[in-house]
């Protein structure tokens, strides 16, 4: 059974004390005889009505006695009859039913419901004027069995006993607490941190310390007496299950349960809140103690990394997925579409293993557009990029999933056929020629010349079966063009090479036994872009230039020792320190000497990477002038040197003056030409000065790939660092990141990317410094965002035709 609250006791008491006072004030004769003031009203009434009858009766007008009486009932709701008697008894007029209640009294006189009124004429009595009314205890009563008083004191008990327990709830909410709580232990409640409740068993707030007023925005005072329960809780919780009123019920403990209030119009606070029941002398649960640990900022925080870990992995899986369309480009001819020849490289060296190892076929052929300089020269090289789209899309289509097209060189092509011996290779190669013959150009038709060999045909390597097939269209060539030529033993002796440039003494043009193998090539060039985008980017585009250079002047296995020879050329960076390396101001004369030391660390990389001399004396020698006399080192000199080498030092110089740096800017085409010219003769062999300048002038395109523009190596290099630092941040290991935020900064900084330079410079402060982990989310985000618009900007940007 619940128990009744104190307030309901004291104010049923002060009821009952209520009515005693009414009831001693009836007893001395202080409450007023209602009953007897009804009753001599009545008589008073009756007396002023028998007035009128006794003047009317006296002139014989009974008409107007009787209209009278009925006026006097009719007005009179307490009034049941009427009627005017003769002094012999007999009744004259009779208003209502008056037979029925007119009783009469033995006595003659007046009672409470029958009033006599005598009426005299001329002295003499002639009559009375008798009136019967209702009970005077029963008009004006709700019930026909309790008298007013009786119903006064009802109500009298009944409304009071409602007021006071109203009342009484009103006064007590405002009893101060402190009366009861000493002021040590309410200053000692009021230093806490974290709010504090004092709550009674019905869950009404008794005291409120300043911690917990100050974060509703409110004074103690006001929260005194109110529910805990209807303050501004935030949630579709019942309020039986606030931690308080539950705590009330079972008398457990409630720890950690989360709650939100709101403050203000817009202000919402988050807590962590803790109750404990408070116990009386008996045992039972008289209230409760509720502390309230505000966690606002901790879940601000909270949500706020939660939001930076979404769009940091949203991020990383864009960034990822741009990675791979850059890798992909990178494996793509652009104009063409075509499988470039750095990817082609390494997936003919594959096949090649596996056609050894299992003795099945594979064959090969190089496709070359005949007259495709005249094209340029007489439509224009945007009628040539269209020829050479077209030619691509023939491939394409006649090869379809049976083997590898690629963009080998300028109007070159190569394709490999895994599973074809020779007569199955020719047989694809004459479709192609007719297919291609058929192309509609609308003003002008084209026709090509196609090589064909296979590895049966004694290839000791991928290369020479290339050089096998470049030496068949070398002969379709000289025979007329048009046609597919295979490959036979008795074109072994045939030389491909018709220039007038000088070789070294005993330089060959024919291919060597030794094989370089493609894909160890690209693990150093790819552990070069790690080290130092970039450098790789460089050599990646002295490469393109040495290939189109040394196109008619070397055989295709020299060419392909050339490529090598400039892609890892600067190989030996790679044991640069970093501080030097990723430097991006203009070095001092201590630092150029350990840069210098690169050169001979590049070539000891490659002489134990390959044991190939001809590539490797190509990297040691391209740095040798031309005309080296009084040179101490007795390096060889003019033709003297590998033609490779000086088509290489030409190449590297050129890049390196048209290439922006931090600490100079970039000179342009015509600037470099006169520098190469300046120097033609004693640095550089005057003959490829004058070839180098006549290719690159009719491939401008080949001097794009050097503008102020992110490389795509770089930007790959970029998302690949901001990868890890990403993951670094998973794990939360602060030095990692700082570390790799330092070497972010050192690349964007050789890149010229301002913006990522300073806020990975920003990154590296907050992780040495071990900040809150939200400054390093919101960093690593900011940067992964510039690297995604690095990545776009890569992505889309497609370089110029290179047709020649």
């Given amino acids: 059974m619940k128990r009744i609250t104190i307030s309901f006791r004291i104010a049923l008491c002060l009821a009952l004390l209520s009515l005693c006072g009414v009831l001693i004030a009836r007893v001395f004769g202080m409450y007023p005889d209602t009953q007897n003031i009804r009753l001599q009203g ?17 002139r014989g007008d009974f008409r107007g006695v ?28 009779e208003v209502g039913d008056h037979s029925v209640h007119w009783k009469g009294t033995d006595s003659g006189e007046s009672t409470e419901t029958q009033i006599y009124v005598p009426i005299a004429t001329d002295g003499r009595h002639w009559g009375n004027v008798e009136v019967a009314f209702q009970r005077v205890s029963s008009v004006g009563s709700t019930t026909q069995w309790m008298s007013p008083f009786v119903e006064f004191v009802v109500f009298v008990t009944g409304f009071n006993a409602i007021l006071f327990v109203f009342w009484l709830r009103r006064v007590l909410m405002h009893l101060d607490p402190s009366r009861v709580m000493p002021q040590r232990v309410r200053s000692a409640l009021d230093t806490l941190a974290e709010g504090l409740l004092v709550l009674d068993g019905d869950g009404r707030i008794v005291m409120a310390n300043k911690s917990f007023a100050t974060t509703v925005g409110q004074a103690p005072e ?17 309020k039986g299950q606030l931690p308080w009123n539950a705590s009330l019920l079972d008398s457990a403990q409630r720890v950690g349960v989360p709650l939100q209030l709101k403050t203000g119009d817009y202000d919402e606070r988050s807590f962590h809140v803790n109750v404990a029941p408070i116990f009386g002398e008996d045992g039972k649960s008289r209230g409760a103690l509720a502390s309230f640990d505000d966690v606002t900022e901790l879940e601000v925080k909270k949500y706020e990394l939660i939001k930076m870990l979404k769009s940091l992995k949203a991020s990383r899986e864009e960034i990822q997925e741009q990675n791979e369309q850059l890798k992909l480009l990178a494996t793509i001819d652009p104009l063409t579409e075509c499988m470039n020849r750095r990817s082609f490289f390494p997936l003919f060296d594959q096949a090649w293993e596996e056609a050894q190892t299992n003795g099945t076929a594979l064959s090969g052929f190089m496709v070359d557009i005949d007259h495709f300089k005249s094209i340029n020269d007489d439509h224009g090289h945007a009628k040539g990029d269209e020829v050479l789209k077209g030619v691509a899309a023939c491939l394409r289509e006649q090869v379809g999933d049976q083997g590898l097209v690629c963009r080998f060189g300028g109007e070159e092509f190569c394709v490999l056929l895994q599973d074809y011996d020779i007569e199955g290779a020719v047989a694809l190669a004459e479709r192609i020629r007719i297919a291609m013959s058929e192309i509609d150009f609308e003003i002008l038709k084209i026709t090509a010349s196609l090589g064909v060999s296979s590895i049966h045909l004694g290839a000791n390597n991928p290369q020479e079966m290339l050089e096998q097939a470049d030496k068949c269209l070398y002969v379709a060539k000289r025979n007329g063009r048009n046609q597919v030529v295979p490959y036979t033993r008795e074109m072994e002796s045939i030389e491909v090479d018709d220039s007038k440039i000088r070789r070294t003494k005993g330089e060959s ?68 320190p970093d501080a030097i390396l990723l430097k991006p101001d203009e070095l001092t004369s201590d630092e150029w000497r350990i840069m210098k030391m690169n050169e001979r660390i590049g070539v000891e990389i490659v002489g134990s990477a390959f044991y190939y001399e001809p590539l490797v004396e190509m990297i040691r020698l391209h740095k040798a002038p031309y005309d080296s006399r009084g040179d101490v080192k007795r390096l060889p000199t003019g033709d003297a040197l590998p033609l490779g080498a000086r088509i290489l030092a030409i190449a590297d110089a050129y890049d390196s003056m048209v290439t922006r740096r931090a600490y100079r800017n970039a000179r342009s085409t015509e600037q470099a030409f006169a520098e190469l010219r300046r120097c033609a003769g004693t640095q550089f062999d005057p003959e490829l000065v ?12 080949l001097t794009q790939a050097a503008s102020g523009k992110m490389s795509r190596q770089t930007a790959v290099q970029m998302a690949t660092q901001i990868e890890e630092l990403a993951r670094a941040l998973d794990e939360q290991d602060l030095s990692t990141i700082e570390v790799l935020a330092s070497r972010l900064r050192a690349t964007a900084a050789c890149a010229g990317a301002t913006d990522v330079e300073r806020l990975a410079a920003k ?26 618009s690095a990545q776009r900007a890569a992505v889309s940007s497609v370089p110029l035709s290179y047709n020649g």
């Fill in 763 to 788: 990154l590296s402060e907050c992780a040495t410094a071990s900040e809150d982990a939200s400054d390093i989310f919101e960093l690593t985000l900011e940067l992964m965002d510039l690297c995604r």
């Fill in 690 to 701: 004058e070839r180098f300048i006549e290719v690159i002038s009719d491939k401008p395109q």
């Fill in 222 to 238: 006001q929260l005194q007496g109110r529910n805990a329960s209807e303050l501004s809780w935030i949630g579709d919780c019942d």
């Fill in 42 to 58: 009545r008589i008073a009434l009756c007396e002023s009505l028998a007035i009128n009858c006794s003047m009317l009766a006296s």
């Fill in 66 to 93: 009787e209209k009278n009486l009925q006026a006097f009932v009719l007005r009179n709701q307490d009034v049941r009859s009427a009627a005017l008697r003769r002094g012999d008894g007999e009744a004259v007029i």
């Fill in 509 to 576: 043009t024919e291919s060597s036994h030794t094989h370089i193998p493609f894909p160890a090539v690209a693990s150093l060039m790819s552990a070069m872009a790690y080290r130092h985008a970039e450098t790789a980017d460089h050599s990646t585009r002295v490469a393109d230039l040495c290939v189109a250079v040394g196109r008619g002047l070397m055989s295709v296995s020299e060419s392909y020792v050339l490529e090598i020879a400039a892609l890892l050329h600067d190989i030996g960076k790679i044991g640069v």
